[in-house]
């Protein structure tokens, strides 16, 4: 089975917050999204959608029909959005908080049969909590907790 290892980093968190995840290449982006979820940390409890390169937005979508433009997740592989190795998309969850990820397909792996296709490889910083207040809310909550820190 070919697999992709992409690498995805939170926009505008410092430290970085970033993992690197494992799945199929023909992977519909509806997983791709669970994926992703899961390796953050996030909850699933907001929308999303993956831009690509083009413009081109994907995300969920009632009866399998485009709305507003964006097209049904659920009808596209991650091929769609990420071909070669450098390939970058975006990933934006809770329109709200506007968490942007930037993936980018580091490298395309041919697997063993007795190998699992979706896992987190590596990452590095905490995920930010739902509904903080997005980047600048979360910054706020590491400098109050760095701040503290010095107290104990």
């Known amino acids: 089975m070919v697999v992709y290892e992409i690498r995805i980093a939170l926009a505008g968190t410092d430290p970085l917050v970033w993992r ?53 997740e659920r009808r596209y592989q991650l091929t769609a959005l990420l071909a070669e190795r450098g390939d970058s ?18 490298s395309v792996v041919e697997l063993s049969d007795d190998e699992f296709p979706v896992c987190c490889l590596d990452g590095s910083g905490a995920c930010p909590p739902e509904d903080c207040g997005g980047v600048p809310g979360y910054a706020e909550l590491l400098e109050c907790h760095l701040s503290t820190d010095n107290y104990g």
Request: proline share 1%.
């Open 20 to 72: 690197r995840i494992r799945v199929p290449a023909d992977a519909r982006l509806s997983l791709v999204h669970y994926a992703i979820q899961v390796a953050m940390g996030w909850y699933n409890s907001h929308l999303h959608e993956f831009v690509g390169k083009d413009g081109a937005r994907y995300g969920m979508a009632e009866d399998g029909n485009a709305y507003g433009g964006v097209l049904d």
């Open 89 to 106: 998309c975006q990933y934006v969850y809770d329109f709200g908080d506007d968490w942007v990820h930037e993936l980018v397909l580091e």
